[in-house]
Every structure is written in C-alpha cells, then in structure tokens.
C-alpha cells in the first residue's frame, strides 16, 4: 500500500462546477499536509496547509481527519486557470511524501 | 511565499559528462533540502534529503556516487549528475524548508542527455 493514495482521476468538469479530491495516508505519526499545485513542466507550488479544523482560502477548502488518516480539498466555482494537478502531501519529522496526483481539466 | 532558485533551468548535454545543478534558498535559512526528480506523467520522487554540514540521505535505489551532493551552506545544495546517460534525462526539482514547515520548489531543471 502507498504511503500517500490519492484519486486517479482525472476529473474532467465544465466551470462552476464544485469537485473535491481525496487523500489518504498510512502513517499515522504524520505530523502536517499540505495540497499543492502543479501545472505542467512546471514546479508543484504550495495552495494551502491542511488543518484539522478545517480551513479556507477562498474557493478552496481542505480538511483533514487524523481519526480516519484523510484529507481532503474542495474547490468551488471551478475556472480554467484551475487545470491542473493536485498533490497531496504528508509530512513526517520533516519529510514529505507526494501521492501520485489527481489531475482536474476544467472545460468551458 | 519563500524563495528557491534553481540553476540552470535546462541543460542538454552529452552521454558521459557531468551535470551540476545548483538549489539555493534566497530569503531564508533552509535546514533541510530535497532533491527530486520527475518523469512525465508521474509524481515526485525523493532522491535524497540533504541537511548542510553532513552527508545526504540517498532513497533507496537512489545511487550516492552517480548523484553527488554538496550541502556547503544553509542556503545552497548542488546535485551533481556524473557520467549522464540518455536514462538520466529528467526534470529535477530541488525543495527547502524549515523543519515541520511547508517546502518551497525551486523551478526544476530539465535535464536532457544526448
């Protein structure tokens, strides 16, 4: 089992629309997340940290749920400039493990 | 957010030769530096971890006399690819951070051996 699992998608919406991507981790010892962004031949790029009280930034929501080792992002209102891959990623004694991405396409 | 550079941002060179890449961390003291590399389509791979003033921890598979690297200060590490060949051809991605924080990616370097 990977360390970090995330959907496979991709998941191919029209704009406006809301999508949530999920993130599981085995290792329970995991001490921060983070969801970052990476567009293509490009470096992945930090959108938000993952709290278990939830937070927000705008469009976007991540929570997290360390009972059930999840995390999660939701993205409202979906744009264009949304296009690209989401990484979950998952920290312990400061080493990060990336899943394997979900890559979101946001369509006219 | 921080800064991390990463130079040279491409290089093509010739089977045999060596390839150093540099990673620095502009606007703040990194205790630990990554290095990944990154195949089409695929995710991240840790290589190593380097922490300046001590010798890098290599990933398993990962070979520490073909990848050398040098983590002179707490602001800089170079990877150094010896003897390229054609399957060493990747985008390389070096990251910094604070210890428990969040890392910041330098922009990558795609390396193409010919």
């Known amino acids: 089992r990977k360390e970090v699992e995330q959907d496979p998608g991709p998941f191919n919406v029209p704009e406006g629309a809301t999508v949530a991507f999920n993130c599981t981790y085995s290792?329970?010892?995991?001490?921060?997340f983070f969801w970052y962004r990476q567009d293509c031949r490009k470096e992945p790029k930090l959108l938000m940290s993952?709290?278990?009280s939830g937070n927000e930034d705008g469009r976007f929501t991540a929570q997290l749920n360390r009972a059930s080792q999840y995390i999660s992002l939701l993205i409202r209102d979906s744009k264009l400039s949304d296009s690209a891959t989401y990484l979950c990623?998952?920290?312990?004694?400061?080493?990060?493990?990336f899943g394997d991405g979900t890559t979101l396409t946001v369509k006219p | 957010g921080a800064v991390v550079s990463q130079h040279p941002s491409w290089v093509i060179c010739k089977s045999g030769t060596s390839v150093k890449i540099e990673c620095r961390s502009l606007?703040?003291?990194?205790?630990?530096m990554f290095w990944y590399r990154q195949f089409p389509k695929q995710s991240l791979m840790l290589m190593a971890t380097?922490?300046?003033?001590?010798?890098?921890?290599?990933e398993q598979g990962v070979e520490k006399d073909k990848f050398l690297i040098n983590h002179a200060s707490l602001t800089l590490s170079t990877l150094t690819v010896t003897s390229a060949h054609p399957e060493d051809s990747s985008f390389y991605i070096c990251?910094?951070?604070?210890?428990?924080?969040?890392?910041?990616f330098g922009p990558g370097t795609r390396l193409t051996v010919t």
């Open positions: 993952v709290y278990s």
């Open positions: 290792n329970s010892a995991s001490q921060s």
């Open positions: 606007d703040f003291q990194a205790t630990t």
């Open positions: 990623v998952v920290n312990v004694q400061g080493k990060s493990t």
């Open positions: 380097s922490n300046e003033g001590s010798k890098a921890t290599y």
């Open positions: 990251s910094a951070n604070m210890i428990f924080r969040e890392q910041y």
